[in-house]
């Protein structure tokens, strides 16, 4: 009988040294001290292991909101975007104002409902179908997206700051990357299932701080070296400055005309299409805001923090406080993945140069230019956030799973019975993201698979909720006849795209150019995912139109048009002037950031 006997080794010239590891370690330490006592008070109900016990203070939902958010395909992702196309991507991170729009349109109507899940809200909007459905499509999304970019990301930082790190595992070496992506589960699968919301909502708050002070330092860091922000400007290019990227590539005429370059036996070593332009400004202009308010205001992910508060004015507060911090994204992310593409192209970093992948671009920084102390604290900060945001979809997840599925299943369950459902359905969706990964690294790079995947899946959801709050006639069959649709073709986009990402058989260069399904690849995905959000939302409209109305009795107080006076008063009577003051300046600095990124 063979014995299989691990070996773990590390090689001398390590990236981090010793007091990086105690940096790192004290760091950890306190999560482990802040989970412990979330444990330790904690209670086996649903109330309090999937929302805190509706208890969250306003600064500790805007904490988690964003630090959920800002997770692996921020930090890696982000950076990974600017060094390739400058701060086009800022246009999904200046998606602050969405945030607003949750804390003015949308809590209102959560706080009165006093729903679990979003699936939830909208079967007592529509019905007990359009629930299923959204629970079933929610949890694939995370799946593919959320956890399986988390996982990757992981595997991205490990293998960029400690390439040195590998395991023998009976004669099978197992890389840096997979060590790394296995450890960020298991931490963070287990302080979740412990501790469940609230130990996710406080360690956020922890993350939030040094996440900021740590990006802010390494910013400062790289614009030090590079000297300053006019050379970061000259080295780059006014198109990498400017957010709103033309709608065809340089030098194509023909709208429809396939663009090929060929080797010199007569195959084709690179395809394009006019659809396929990287950030078109008609996508970012259409496709992104769709996107950004499905997230923000419908995404179980992100929403569940501000359902954990005690009332509307919290909630509200909270996503505002959310919406302020969500301005830094772009200063503290994707700025530093253009210091380091305009560290590479000077040569001023020569280490860095060697090394250079854009999809590397933050884990770079932090290892070429941070001196040794603030280095560990960097990297325990960036680390937990990526911890920060798999445990908020865990959380979901569990939440989804077990509220929306099991719970109507086996309604007779005790309470421990769903919290201990919760917890299993949490490790088998981590099993199943693991097996997706291979399909996230073949992608562009991981922000661009985030977004395309999200363009695809996003805009029914977006539309069953935006047009079912403000249009009370739209009905039950109308919602799950758009959803149904619109997943539909989501889903048939995202199964032409997976063998090409994937480079699966014959894939490797795509499909025969020309070809129907070659085409369907090659459209740029805002363009498809607009293309799904009109079709969504002309199949909800036409079928609503054609069957009964609906109940209006039954929706009261869950659109505009069945609010009752005592709702609206409820609701103006939340309303400060501090909560007023704060929506506008978040609003006039945005367009001072579109107004300056222009090229």
Same mark, same amino acid.
């Given at each position: 009988m063979n014995t299989v006997t691990p070996i773990l080794a590390v090689s001398d010239a390590a990236t981090l040294g010793p007091i990086d590891w105690l940096a790192i370690a004290c760091y950890f330490s306190i999560l482990l001290v802040v989970a412990w006592w979330v444990v330790k008070h904690r209670k086996d109900t649903a109330a309090d292991y999937f929302l805190a016990g509706r208890n969250l203070g306003w600064w500790i939902i805007g904490a988690s909101i964003f630090a959920s958010n800002i997770g692996s395909e921020h930090i890696v992702g982000l950076a990974g975007s600017g060094a390739k196309d400058g701060v086009a991507m800022a246009h999904y991170e200046l998606h602050a104002w969405c945030?607003?729009?949750?804390? /003015?349109?949308?809590?209102?109507?959560?706080?009165?409902?006093?729903?679990?899940?979003?699936?939830?809200?909208?079967?007592?909007?529509?019905?007990?179908?359009?629930?299923?459905?959204?629970?079933?499509?929610?949890?694939?999304?995370?799946?593919?997206?959320?956890?399986?970019?988390?996982?990757?990301?992981?595997?991205?930082?490990?293998?960029?700051?400690?390439?040195?790190?590998?395991?023998?595992?009976?004669?099978?070496?197992?890389?840096?990357? /997979?060590?790394?992506?296995?450890?960020?589960?298991?931490?963070?699968?287990?302080?979740?299932?412990?501790?469940?919301m609230r130990a996710v909502a406080y360690n956020d708050a922890v993350q939030v701080v040094v996440l900021i002070l740590g990006s802010a330092t390494l910013t400062f860091y790289g614009l030090f070296k590079l000297g300053g922000w006019h050379e970061l400007r000259v080295l780059c290019g006014s198109d990498m400055f400017n957010l709103w990227k033309p709608m065809t590539p340089p030098g194509v005429e023909s709208t429809w005309a396939p663009v090929l370059e060929r080797a010199a036996d007569g195959h084709v070593v690179k395809q394009a299409w006019y659809f396929n332009t990287h950030y078109p400004w008609l996508g970012m202009l259409i496709c992104a805001p769709v996107i950004g308010l499905w997230y923000w205001c419908t995404d179980q992910y992100i929403v569940q923090r501000a359902l954990g508060a005690p009332n509307e004015q919290t909630a509200r507060r909270g996503s505002i406080f959310a919406s302020f911090l969500k301005l830094f994204p772009p200063y503290l992310f994707i700025i530093p993945g253009m210091i380091c593409f305009a560290l590479v192209k000077s040569g001023k970093v020569p280490d860095m140069a060697a090394n250079f992948d854009a999809q590397n671009a933050f884990p770079l920084m932090v290892k070429y230019l941070l001196p040794p102390g603030l280095r560990g604290l960097v990297v325990a900060g960036l680390l937990s956030a990526l911890m920060g945001s798999l445990a908020g979809v865990f959380n979901a997840c569990s939440t989804l799973f077990t509220v929306d599925l099991y719970q109507k299943l086996r309604p007779d369950a005790d309470q421990a019975r769903i919290v201990r459902t919760g917890r299993t359905a949490t490790t088998i969706m981590v099993l199943i993201a693991l097996a997706w990964i291979p399909v996230v690294q073949g992608a562009h790079s991981l922000y661009d698979y985030l977004q395309s995947v999200q363009g695809y899946l996003a805009p029914p959801i977006f539309v069953v909720f935006f047009f079912g709050v403000f249009f009370h006639r739209l009905n039950a069959k109308g919602c799950l006849w758009a959803m149904v649709v619109g997943f539909v073709l989501g889903l048939f986009r995202m199964l032409v795209d997976t063998p090409v990402t994937m480079k699966l058989g014959g894939f490797a260069q795509g499909y025969e150019p020309g070809s129907f399904l070659w085409v369907i690849n090659n459209i740029n995905f805002q363009y498809f995912s607009i293309l799904i959000t009109i079709v969504s939302a002309v199949v909800m409209v036409a079928v609503s139109l054609a069957t009964r109305e609906p109940e209006y009795e039954r929706i009261k107080s869950l659109t505009f048009g069945t609010a009752t006076a005592d709702d609206k008063a409820k609701t103006y009577a939340s309303w400060d002037w501090h909560d007023i003051a704060a929506s506008g300046l978040i609003l006039v600095c945005i367009l001072g950031a579109y107004l300056y990124f222009r090229g």
């Open positions: 945030l607003l729009v949750l804390a /003015w349109v949308f809590v209102p109507f959560y706080a009165r409902s006093l729903v679990f899940t979003m699936p939830e809200f909208l079967e007592r909007r529509f019905s007990v179908s359009s629930r299923y459905v959204l629970s079933i499509v929610s949890l694939i999304t995370f799946v593919v997206s959320k956890i399986a970019v988390g996982i990757f990301a992981g595997g991205v930082v490990f293998s960029t700051l400690l390439p040195e790190i590998h395991l023998n595992l009976g004669g099978v070496e197992i890389n840096s990357f /997979w060590i790394g992506s296995v450890a960020v589960i298991l931490l963070t699968g287990l302080y979740t299932a412990l501790g469940g």
